[in-house]
């Protein structure tokens, strides 16, 4: 993985929430959305999906951006493809080990 992307510690405590993959699933069938108009289609306070964009963005899954008034979310799906391929490379070396 490139140092661009955080480690996949990280990456994977932010995936272990069913709300922050909710968020994710959301963010991806859109071009951006603020923290606000998830929070309505989720019926959560904006504060609490503001922390869970908090996580996400630290763990490099996603990214926001200035939209006149609005901060807006997307998806950064090279943070999920850096995760996959530390995974591959994981199961190969973990398949071609002598305990097997």
Not at 32 to 60: C, F, I, K, N, P
């Amino acid at each position: 993985m490139t140092e661009d992307f955080a480690d996949p510690e990280r990456v994977f405590a932010a995936l272990a929430d069913a709300r922050r993959r909710e968020l994710l699933e959301l963010l991806a069938s859109g071009p951006g959305a603020s923290a606000g108009g998830l929070a309505a289609e989720l019926s959560v306070s904006r504060q609490a999906v503001a922390q869970h964009l908090t996580v996400l963005e630290e763990a490099r899954l996603v990214t926001r951006r200035r939209a006149g008034r609005q901060v807006l979310f997307t998806v950064r799906p090279e943070g999920l493809l850096a995760i996959a391929e530390w995974l591959s490379v994981r199961a190969v070396a973990w398949r071609s080990s002598p305990g097997e």
